[in-house]
Nanobody
Framework: VQLVESGGGLVQPGGSLRLSCAAS????????MGWFRQAPGEEREGVAS???????????AYADSVKGRFTISQDNAKNTVYLQMDSLEPDDTGIYYC???????????????????WGQGTQVTVS
């Protein structure tokens, strides 16, 4: 699976950005898609995820820090996953990565260790 992120940039606090993750080469093992971010000197953290992306048991999870501000969505026809980010704050600054992974324990879809394919990342700066 190849993942390519786009949509990052510089935005003022309170502004919005929409990140896109274009995927190619999906396999039947693709079960979860997630957005992660990493600030300088910090560990990579899960931001939002879709568990069971092709199934009737689809579940969405958000980190507490972004609930009510970020929205993850998918467009199956375009093989693209989006992250709409509103009311951005300086603490949202970092490199944002898209990732895909196989089936994983329910409730763990924000854990980076479960994901097997990663994009190159896109920089988001809120200042």
């Amino acid at each position: 699976v190849q993942l390519v992120e786009s949509g990052g940039g510089l935005v003022q606090p309170g502004g919005s950005l929409r990140l896109s993750c274009a995927a190619s080469g999906y396999t039947t093992s693709t079960y979860c898609m997630g957005w992660f971010r990493q600030a300088p000197g910090e560990e990579r953290e899960g931001v939002a995820s879709i568990y069971g992306i092709w199934t009737g048991d689809r579940r969405i999870a958000y980190a507490d820090s972004v609930k009510g501000r970020f929205t993850i969505s998918q467009d199956n026809a375009k093989n693209t996953v989006y992250l709409q980010m509103d009311s951005l704050e300086p603490d949202d600054t970092g490199i944002y990565y898209c990732a895909q992974g196989p089936r994983m324990p329910a409730g763990q879809a924000l854990g980076a260790r479960w994901y097997s394919s990663w994009g190159q990342g896109t920089q988001v700066t809120v200042s």
